[in-house]
């Protein structure tokens, strides 16, 4: 059993994971609640997720959100998803009930108010906060300064192992752009062989770090050799000083985590030899 997540604002979340895992519950569905409070806070929005968080260069607010098991083939992704407060709940219902994988913008909207979403305005996924800094942006050109996203990974008393990632993206996008939090191998991956990792960094889809790391992991690296390795290997190959924003977990089965970024990075996390939920920074 053990639950972690990205960035320090994820430790109310890791703790309900933490609660719900002891009471029995699947990882799927203490991946998807967590993320589900997260999402639908708008004081986390300025941590770029969900409700109240950073508009398009447009004002409008769109998600992207993907879950996935460690079961082979089982996963869900939405992008670009407007008038959702909770997309990750979109995600897990792509996962579970439509043929495809990934949908994107009109289309997710469309299966999200099909699965009986309420598809909401916009004003009402804005915060006074992220209506501020718009301001300032259409102003100034003003770019808000800020990476967060939330990754969450969750394994439950029978050995399931469940990652999920949600996030507003990069404040100010270009209308339709789609960040790696919902690509598979880039913004999370997960084996139940293995273990799972989520990733955080627009650039990092370009190496598919998720599944690097749990590839690792499947070599006999343990989470925290994985993170580093992986890491050291992209820094490698771009150079240590052109390094864009990475930050990375991963848990293996054995409820074991670790972590690597480029910048300062907190992640929570908790599992069952420790008696409460726990926070570590990596020094960048
Ligand atoms: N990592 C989230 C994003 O860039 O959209």
């Known amino acids: 059993m053990a639950a972690m997540g990205t960035w320090s604002f994820s430790q109310p979340a890791v703790e309900k ?3 719900m895992i002891l009471d029995g519950q699947n990882a799927t569905d203490v991946v998807e609640r967590a993320a589900a409070d ?4 708008v004081e986390t929005g300025r941590h770029i997720v969900g409700r109240g968080g950073f508009p398009n260069s447009r004002g409008i607010v769109e ?3 993907a879950i996935m098991e460690g079961v082979p083939g089982r996963f869900g992704a939405v992008a670009a998803l407007r008038g959702v407060g909770q997309p990750c709940r ?3 219902r ?3 009930r439509s043929p495809h994988s990934l949908l994107v913008g009109e289309g997710a909207e469309a299966f999200a108010q099909e699965q009986g979403f309420t598809i909401e305005t916009n004003d009402s996924m804005l915060s006074s906060h992220t209506l501020t800094a718009y301001q300032e942006f259409l102003e100034n050109g003003q770019h808000a300064s800020g990476h967060d996203t939330i990754g969450l990974i969750a394994l439950d008393l029978s050995g399931n192992i469940t990652v999920g990632v949600s996030t507003s993206g990069a404040p ?3 209308p339709g752009r789609v960040g790696d939090s919902p690509l598979p191998g880039s913004g999370l991956y997960a084996d139940h062989t293995v273990g799972a990792a989520a990733g955080d960094g627009d650039k990092i889809m370009c190496y598919c770090p998720s599944f690097h790391v749990v590839q690792l992991m499947r070599q006999g690296s343990s989470p925290q050799e994985a993170c580093t390795s992986v890491l050291t290997d992209i820094r490698k190959r771009i150079g240590k000083e052109k390094c864009f924003q990475i930050g990375l977990i991963a848990l293996n089965m054995k409820g074991e985590v670790g972590a690597a970024s480029s910048v300062e990075f907190p992640y929570t996390f908790w599992n069952q030899g420790m008696d409460s939920v726990e926070k570590r920074v990596i020094s960048y």
């Open 63 to 65: 998600c992207d959100a």
């Open 172 to 174: 100010f996008k270009a």
């Open 90 to 92: 979109v995600a897990r």
């Open 94 to 96: 792509v996962m579970d």
């Open 38 to 41: 997260v999402e639908n806070d």
């Open 17 to 19: 994971m933490r609660s």
